[in-house]
């Protein structure tokens, strides 16, 4: 589970790369750099609330934290898919990206609590090494939900993984 929520913030940041020209272009991005934006604004997001997300998990709860953080990853890519325009879709980058910061923050909280030495090591090297992997490994994916859909279809794969994410972490 760790794991997936750390492949969850790679994935969400990288497999949009191969449609960045079209979304760029159905969304009258004005200048070809601003489609970079696109990134720029979700790793600042995720970034930054890293540094709010800690407490909030001390305070209401490593669990609470992670639903509503995975809740607000699932907007963010709602928000995403219906996006009609360059600056809303902004916005909701932005807003994925401090909703993943969440998740992450609470993944890692939880091994912290659950397990100690060589275990949390164990633990915690399966979850960095997938962390690596992913934004390896995205881009393609990306590409290839691009064969099959519009750019749309990569948020509604991310909206989808989102989804087994929050089922998956009630079940856990």
Known sequence: LTAAFMALNALA????LPAL?????????ARENDRQLIVVVYVL????????????AD????????IWALGGYMLGSVLSIF??????????????GVATAGTRVAAIAIVRDQCSG???AEVMSLAITIFMAAPILAPGFGQLILFAAPWRGIFVVLLLYGVI????????
């Open 21 to 29: 020209g079209q979304i760029g272009d159905e969304l009258g991005a």
């Open 118 to 120: 060589r275990r949390m």
């Open 13 to 16: 940041g990288d497999m949009m």
């Open 59 to 66: 305070r209401f709860g490593r669990k609470t934290v992670l």
């Open 83 to 96: 996006a009609s325009s360059f600056s809303l879709l902004l916005a909701a980058r932005a807003f994925q």
């Open 45 to 56: 997001g995720n970034g930054v609330a890293q540094l709010f997300f800690g407490p909030l």
């Open 165 to 172: 994410l929050m089922l998956w972490t009630h079940w856990r």
